[in-house]
């Protein structure tokens, strides 16, 4: 069984406006990364993330960018337990992000991260960024409709 899963969730903005608030760094501090992103998401780029509930930042990958339709990421698993009969060490996912536009206005957002070992760290590991992709998506949501920050005191 592969380590993956997918969430996803509608946002009450034009897909131009969602998709530029993950790629833009600025916006996407506003909302996610806590402790700042530093970088726009373009193909090809290393950009880092940093979160207050996880400080450090950290470098993500950008595989792909395709203007309002799709993201690709690759990053630290966060788990170093070796596969059954394999070498432990860190390794990435990858994250894929994809945004549909609706037909009355709305954008679907779907995200997908697969690629953990299939050990007991693996899945505690997919299990907490499945936690943080939800979280993401509400908080984009509230503060893209809203302009409230929900992580803001969440965690420290």
Not at 28 to 57: H, Q
Not at 76 to 95: I, L, N, S
Request: include cysteine; hydrophobic fraction near 40%; charged fraction near 25%.
């Amino acid at each position: 069984m592969d380590l993956a899963f997918t969430i996803s969730g509608r946002i009450a903005r034009p897909v131009s406006e969602v998709f530029e608030a993950v790629v833009d760094p600025k916006t996407l501090s506003g909302y996610f990364t806590t402790g700042g992103a530093e970088g726009r998401l373009k193909t090809g780029a290393t950009v880092t993330w940093d979160f207050a509930d996880f400080p450090g930042a950290f470098p993500v990958h950008v595989v792909e960018v395709e203007k309002d339709r799709r993201i690709v990421l690759r990053w630290e698993a966060g788990d170093r337990d070796a596969a059954p009969g394999g070498k432990a060490g860190p390794y990435e996912t990858t994250v894929t992000m994809l945004f549909e536009p609706l037909a009355d206005g709305r954008t679907l957002v779907t995200i997908s991260e697969a690629g953990w070992r299939q050990t007991e760290a693996g899945l505690r590991s997919s299990f907490g960024n499945c936690q943080g992709w939800a979280q993401m998506l509400a908080c984009m949501k509230a503060y893209i409709e809203h302009g409230i920050n929900l992580r803001d005191g969440f965690y420290v």
